[in-house]
């Protein structure tokens, strides 16, 4: 493997020409692709110049374009990097647990998103805030929806910068020394990636998805076929892992890890994999990827063939093991172990230049596409739901596309802040936090799908009591190695010593809140919002007509609305 000193190179770490050529020049074909999409089935009349088109597509995307957005989308760059590490670093409890939760989410899909596609079309929703709004008439609701949408997708798109810069660091891009030349090569793509977001809008990670995922299941398959048998097989390779796992941490006094999962963790690992399949889909760039298909069967279609992106997932994050057998060395700039540049590192070590800087390639492009969705999803949230109904209600489509142009900037722009000027953990912390956060959104959402039972202000006051839960316990998790707060997302249930994933005790208080204050709220006859919504809407399909023209023919009443 070819190595070539640069200046910009730490002095233990060389830069590797080859692979960082052929990282650029990826990178540049995909930029390109990013422009270029502008042109890719945007409307003739209207261009970019709606939400529609800028930020969902043009709701046209059919099953292909979908599988490889949708994938590109949920499985991020962070994903690839950060399950491996989690295995290679503690074991299968805190990275393996991803797998089942993959599979678990898409009968989830199948069920949920369909319904929240028909009646989207049928309204023009382009936000699930939208949904909330419509559903049950509470601006506060609506707008508690959009921020905690928001607030959560920040440090999501902070961490897919965590990923590129994991890929430059093991390149050999950076200098303990000088966090200008570190930083660089970051603020450079993100500049890239803001500007052919701001051109293209949704299309652009449509298109690109279809390069990355190609090139990730390329690296993937390669990689689990040659690896293994460079090391002596699946025997070995288990064998070391467990080896290094129960190995007792000076810094902690116990194991490393957990090789296979005892039963003091079972509670821990089927929460933390349900809980995080609950809240994925309430994630708003989930949503936006959803609401940009054509049809309903669309929806349907990729969640019967999406469970091939799990099958590709379960034998990436079984490479943090084959990491431990190969002796991997993951060492950042600043001298330090950082689990996040295991799998870069190992491509790195075992591979041919230039297919090391395609695996590498594919990492830093699967940033690029779920980065471009998730500022897109958030300007979405911030222009629809923030601008429009508190500040523009008169604002137009064309307005509303500039003002969403413009947020998707801030967000990347914050996104870029947050990891150069924060420590790398605060990233990962804050992302676990978000997930919490999130799935305290779904009694809203989902509740909505199938029945108005709930009163707008108790699904209010179970949201707060749910955020409020989960950011304190949350807080209350101190990382046994450097003693501070945010230091995971398991904690026991109060009262008990069974460990859980805090989201689903805060989920649980949210259900039980609104659950309680309905019947309350009910029995005092308190005022309720208006519906806009019919049990029609959540069954119509691409060919059935939008309720601007239903509006006009069956006319609500302000009592009116569907409840299934």
Do not use: C
């Amino acid at each position: 493997m070819s190595a070539v000193l640069l200046p910009m190179a730490a002095p233990d770490r060389p830069v590797n020409g080859v692979a960082l050529t052929v990282v650029i020049i990826l990178f540049l074909v995909v930029a390109a692709m990013g422009f270029l999409a502008a042109r890719w089935r945007a409307g003739e009349k209207t261009g970019l110049h709606s939400l529609d088109e800028w930020g969902l597509g043009g709701r046209g995307f059919g099953t292909w374009v979908t599988w490889f957005l949708l994938g590109g989308d949920l499985y991020t760059a962070y994903t690839f990097v950060a399950v491996p590490a989690a295995m290679w670093a503690t074991g299968a409890v805190s990275g393996f647990f991803a797998v089942p939760y993959t599979i678990v989410l898409y009968p989830i899909v199948f069920l949920l998103m369909s319904r929240l596609w028909s009646v989207s079309h049928r309204h023009g929703f382009v936000t699930p805030a939208d949904f909330v709004g419509g559903r049950y008439g509470s601006r506060v609701l609506t707008v508690a929806v959009a921020v905690t949408g928001i607030v959560a997708t920040m440090p999501y798109i902070a961490l897919q910068l965590v990923g590129i810069k994991s890929v430059l660091t093991v390149l050999g891009l950076g200098s303990a020394q000088n966090a200008l030349l570190t930083d660089l090569p970051l603020i450079i793509a993100f500049v890239v990636l803001a500007a052919y977001t701001y051109t293209s809008g949704l299309r652009a990670p449509a298109l690109i998805a279809v390069v990355k995922d190609l090139l990730i299941y390329l690296a993937v398959i390669v990689a689990v076929i040659y690896l293994p048998i460079k090391f002596g097989g699946w025997d070995n390779i288990f064998g070391a892992a467990q080896a290094k796992l129960g190995t007792v941490s000076q810094a902690t006094g116990k194991p490393a890890g957990v090789f296979i999962p005892g039963a003091t963790s079972y509670s821990a690992y089927w929460t933390l994999a349900l809980g995080s399949a609950l809240a994925l889909f309430m994630y708003p760039h989930s949503i936006t990827g959803v609401l940009a298909t054509k049809s309903r069967n669309t929806i349907r279609k990729n969640a019967a063939v999406l469970p091939l992106y799990s099958l590709m997932l379960g034998f990436l994050a079984l490479l943090g093991y084959v990491a431990i057998s190969a002796g991997t060395k993951p060492i950042d700039l600043n001298g330090t172990v950082n689990p996040q540049l295991v799998v870069p590192q190992l491509f790195l070590d075992h591979f041919p230049a230039w297919f090391a800087g395609v695996a590498l390639a594919a990492i830093a492009i699967g940033a690029l596409v779920p980065a471009a969705i998730m500022s897109i999803a958030a300007a979405n949230l911030f222009t629809r739901n923030i601008y429009r109904d508190l500040i523009r209600p008169d604002a137009d489509p064309r307005q509303e596309a500039k003002v969403s142009k413009i947020a998707s900037l801030v967000v990347k722009f914050g996104a870029l802040v947050f990891v150069i000027g924060m420590d790398q953990s605060a990233a990962i912390n804050m992302q676990l936090l978000g997930g919490i956060w999130i799935l305290q959104t779904f009694p809203a959402i989902v509740a909505g799908l199938y029945t108005r039972w709930f009163h707008r202000w108790a699904l209010f006051a179970g949201w707060a009591a749910g955020i409020l839960y989960g950011t304190i316990a949350a807080y209350n998790v101190v990382n046994p190695a450097t003693k501070a707060h945010f230091g995971g997302s398991v904690a026991a249930i109060p009262g008990t010593n069974i460990q859980v994933y805090i989201a689903i005790v805060a989920f649980v208080i949210n259900l039980l809140v609104a659950a309680v204050l309905t019947l309350v709220f009910r029995a005092m006859k308190l005022a309720d919002g208006r519906d806009i919504t019919r049990i029609s809407d959540y069954g119509a399909d691409e060919n059935d007509p939008k309720v601007a023209q239903l509006e006009r023919e069956y006319p609500l009443s302000e009592a009116g609305g569907a409840t299934l």
